[in-house]
C-alpha cells in the first residue's frame, strides 16, 4: 500500500505540471568547448614547431660539417659540397614552409622559444657559408631576407635580433675549427687579398675573429633581457676560440718545423661541445 501512495502522488505531480522537463544544457558549455579547441590547436601547433626546429637543427649541422671541408676563403663553395648540400637546404626550406602559417602575427612571438633553436642553427650554418664565400659577415638584413623566403611570399619567416646575434657567436666557433683544421694541413692561416681603397691588404681568419669579438662586444644589450645572459655565456666561449687559433698561430710560427708531416692538432683543440657551448 505505501508504494502505491508514492506512485499516485507521482502520477498527481505529471498531471498537474505535464510531461517531465528536459535536461537544460549549460550555457557555459559552448564557451568551454572553444576553449578547448584552441588549447587543443595550441598543443598541435607547439608540436609541430618543436619537431620543425629539431629538424632544422639536425640538418643544419650536417651542412656545416660539410663546409668544413672547405680549404680557401672568398670564394665560390667547391662543386661537390654545393652539391651534397643543396638537399639539405632544400630540406630546411621544407621545414620552415611546413610551419610558416603557425607563426605569423602574435604567433610569432608566442612559439619563439619553441623555433629558436633550429633558427640559431640555421643562422649559424648561413653566416659559416657567407663567410667562407665572401669573408665577411651577414648582415641582419640579408639573414632577414634569407628567413623571410623559406617561409614563402605569403608567410614570411621572422628572423629576431636574438636569434641573429646568438647564430653569429656559434659561427665564431666554426671559424675557429676551420683555421686550425687549415693552418694544420696548409702551414698558413686562412686569408685572402682584398683590395682596400686600391691597396692590398692581407686579413685572415685571426684578425677577422677579433673584429667580430669587438663587433659583438659593443652590442648594447639590456641587463634586465634575457639575450644579455646568453651573450655573457658565449662571449666566455668565443674568447677561447681567438685565444686557441693565437695559440695555433704561434705553434706554427715558432715550432711548426718541428712538427711532423701531416700532423693534425688535438680533437680537444677543436672540440665542438667547447666551441658551440650549447
Not at 602575427?105 to 622559444?113: M, V
Not at 692561416?189 to 685571426?206: C, D, F, I, M, W
Not at 663587433?215 to 648594447?220: N, P, Q, T
Not at 681567438?242 to 692538432?265: D, S
Request: charged share 25%; hydrophobic share 35%.
Amino acid at each position: 500500500m505505501p508504494q502505491s501512495n508514492t506512485q499516485n502522488k507521482k502520477r498527481s505531480a505529471e498531471d498537474a505540471f505535464g510531461e517531465r522537463p528536459a535536461k537544460m544544457e549549460s550555457p557555459f558549455m559552448p564557451m568551454f568547448e572553444g576553449f578547448k579547441s584552441e588549447l587543443d590547436e595550441h598543443h598541435d601547433r607547439r608540436e609541430r614547431i618543436i619537431k620543425a626546429s629539431r629538424d632544422i637543427t639536425a640538418t643544419s649541422k650536417k651542412i656545416i660539417f660539410g663546409l668544413q671541408r672547405v680549404r680557401n676563403m672568398k670564394q665560390p663553395i667547391p662543386g661537390a659540397i654545393t652539391k651534397s648540400n643543396q638537399p639539405l637546404w632544400d630540406l630546411i626550406s621544407k621545414a620552415y614552409s611546413s610551419i610558416s602559417t603557425d607563426l605569423q602575427g602574435l604567433n610569432t612571438y608566442r612559439y619563439s622559444k619553441q623555433i629558436t633553436g633550429g633558427t640559431q642553427e640555421f643562422m649559424e650554418a648561413l653566416s659559416f657559408q657567407h663567410y667562407l664565400e665572401a669573408q665577411s659577415l651577414v648582415s641582419l638584413q640579408e639573414a632577414s631576407r634569407s628567413t623571410a623566403d623559406l617561409g614563402g611570399p605569403n608567410n614570411p619567416i621572422l628572423l629576431s635580433e636574438a636569434d641573429y646575434l646568438l647564430g653569429v657567436f656559434d659561427m665564431t666557433g666554426e671559424l675557429m675549427r676551420f683555421a686550425i683544421t687549415v693552418m694544420a694541413t696548409s702551414g698558413e692561416v686562412p686569408s685572402a687579398k682584398l683590395e682596400v681603397e686600391g691597396e692590398q691588404s692581407h686579413r685572415n681568419v685571426l684578425t677577422d675573429l677579433r673584429d667580430v669579438r669587438d663587433f659583438l662586444k659593443a652590442v648594447d644589450v639590456p641587463h634586465y633581457s634575457s639575450l644579455n645572459k646568453d651573450m655573457n655565456k658565449k662571449m666566455e666561449v668565443l674568447e677561447t676560440c681567438v685565444v686557441k687559433v693565437e695559440n695555433a698561430l704561434y705553434g706554427l710560427t715558432v715550432r711548426g718545423a718541428e712538427r711532423p708531416k701531416g700532423w693534425l692538432p688535438d680533437e680537444k683543440m677543436v672540440g665542438r661541445d667547447e666551441v658551440v657551448g650549447h
